[in-house]
């Protein structure tokens, strides 16, 4: 079964408006949950990750949320630009374990 | 630094043809991983090396034998190629588990296969 399920499966925003992208998981011995960013025919690239021990972090116009008691993290990307447009996967390990989700197409509207 | 590179970038196979997809890094990192991406399922992991010498199972490791060569080389090998492992093949290395930040996968840039 998916260890990491990611919704929605896509979105369309308009340029300047503020997606997120919802991730949720049932392994509690998960202590790791980095978000990545995929671009067409190129591999994916670290965007932001968190650990359990902290509710939010922020680098630039990403924000990862994290609910530990609900077992869900989201990414939420700020003033979205369309160079932003992309795939964007979750995912959550345990030592070298790795489970991603099934990823969020996002397109920013300029 | 070229990071991680894969070869070949595409590959076209018959069923029951083998093959072995090849990935280096430079960054001296000690761990490596083998995915698959197919449309819907996100990343699953195949193989993963967590160390020089050593190697073990992912999620999805039937069908699929690895190599660890030495620390910059992990390939990938198919032995009899099937339809169902028509997938894009990302490598990935990572300085090690444990440690703040040393989980950083980095990925190559992938393999398109496909088995007709």
């Known amino acids: 079964q998916q260890q990491v399920k990611q919704s929605p499966q896509s979105l369309i925003v308009q340029k300047g408006g503020i997606p997120i992208i919802n991730c949720a998981y049932e392994?509690?011995?998960?202590?790791?949950f980095p978000w990545y960013q995929q671009f067409p025919g190129k591999g994916p690239a670290l965007l932001i990750a968190i650990r359990p021990d902290v509710s939010e972090k922020k680098e630039g116009r990403f924000t990862i949320s994290f609910n530990k008691s609900a077992k869900q993290f989201s990414l939420h990307i700020m003033d979205s630009q369309p160079g932003d447009s992309a795939t964007y996967f979750c995912?959550?390990?345990?030592?070298?374990?790795?489970?991603f989700g099934t990823g969020t197409s996002l397109t920013v509207i300029p | 630094n070229a990071g991680v590179t894969q070869t070949p970038k595409f590959q076209v196979l018959k069923t029951g043809q083998s093959m072995t997809l090849q990935c280096a890094q430079d960054m001296n990192h000690n761990s490596m991983y083998w995915y698959r991406q197919d449309p819907g399922m996100g990343l699953r992991l195949i193989y993963y090396s967590a160390s020089e010498g050593t190697t073990d199972k992912g999620e999805v490791p039937n069908g699929y034998n690895v190599s660890r060569l030495n620390k910059r080389e992990f390939s990938l090998r198919l032995e009899s190629a099937a339809p169902s492992q028509t997938s894009v093949y990302f490598c990935?290395?990572?300085?090690?588990?444990?440690?703040?930040?040393?989980?950083?996968?980095?990925f190559g840039p992938g393999t398109r296969l496909l088995v007709l």
């Open positions: 995912a959550a390990s345990s030592g070298n374990q790795f489970y």
């Open positions: 392994n509690t011995a998960f202590d790791y």
């Open positions: 990935a290395s990572s300085w090690t588990s444990g440690l703040v930040g040393g989980e950083t996968q980095y």
